[in-house]
């Protein structure tokens, strides 16, 4: 399924990136703060949460290689806890810097859509459900989230770009890379909002119902990540990344999962407008 999309890269921002680039060096303790981090992990449970994680990873290989590819892989995080420090340090600062609170789930907040609203069913057209072996994988990799154990990603200011998101190790094809996050509202809410960074999450046959994720209060490293120039034939050799919407249990969810092998230092990209073709990208780098 082609990611839908009405906006959400670092380029949308960069008046305000410009304006509160982030500078400050967060202790751990308010890294760990931030995050809600449960707890930090000594080397045996590492070891044992190492060996869970391969086996995870083994349990797809029993199947068909053309099977195999289809099925969603957990991120490895890196092996240093320093490492992993530094680079939740960078999504803390970027997202302090725009007064954004952290949040790895959607968010319903009175006034907007309710819970209810969000339901599957009501996708103009039917939308593909995630299998149970990938739900497995989603639920894996929020685990590790929440226990601090990031994907190997880092937040950088560009002068020119505002904020991206590098890899900061290697990411193989297919790898989740994060949940798209925020609050939910209805589309006819949002109209002439000013955040551009809203995110399609149903898509109804009645407009009313239309559904889209607004990552301006509450969000995660999703929101950092770059779009690719709609308009330039050679941009669409940088995007490395796809935005899909899954069923996930009778509720609508959006996903970004790696598209090819990514190198460190790669910066992450994938196309707003694979559905929609709404969102100006013209002026992308």
């Excluded at 202790?27 to 930090?40: A, G, Y």
């Amino acid at each position: 399924m082609s990611p839908t999309h009405r906006g959400s890269c670092p380029h949308r921002t960069m008046g305000l990136c410009r304006l509160f680039r982030p500078t400050t060096c967060l202790s751990q303790k308010k890294i760990m703060h931030f995050f809600r981090i449960e707890k930090q992990i000594d080397q045996t449970e590492k070891s044992q949460l190492s060996q869970e994680t391969r086996k995870h990873r083994r349990r797809s290989c029993s199947l068909t290689v053309k099977k195999r590819r289809r099925k969603l892989l957990p991120m490895v995080p890196s092996e240093d806890p320093e490492q992993r420090l530094a680079q939740m340090g960078t999504l803390a600062s970027a997202l302090t810097a725009l007064g954004i609170k952290y949040s790895d789930d959607l968010t319903y907040v009175p006034g907007m859509a309710p819970r209810s609203a969000n339901r599957s069913k009501f996708e103009k057209g039917g939308m593909q459900v995630l299998s149970k072996e990938d739900l497995e994988t989603l639920e894996v990799c929020r685990a590790m989230y929440r226990r601090g154990e990031c994907p190997p990603l880092v937040v950088v200011f560009d002068p020119l770009e505002g904020y991206t998101v590098e890899a900061d190790g290697p990411i193989k094809d297919l790898t989740f890379i994060a949940e798209y996050t925020g609050d939910v509202d209805y589309l006819k809410n949002r109209e002439n909002d000013d955040c551009d960074s809203i995110m399609t999450l149903l898509l109804s046959e009645d407009p009313s119902k239309t559904l889209v994720i607004c990552p301006d209060k509450y969000g995660n490293i999703s929101r950092f990540m770059s779009g690719i120039n709609n308009h330039n034939r050679f941009a669409k050799k940088k995007q490395n990344c796809k935005c899909v919407r899954y069923s996930v249990n009778g509720e609508c969810r959006v996903l970004l999962v790696a598209t090819r092998d990514i190198a460190k230092g790669e910066r992450l990209y994938y196309d707003y407008n694979g559905y929609e073709h709404e969102y100006p990208t013209h002026h992308f780098f």
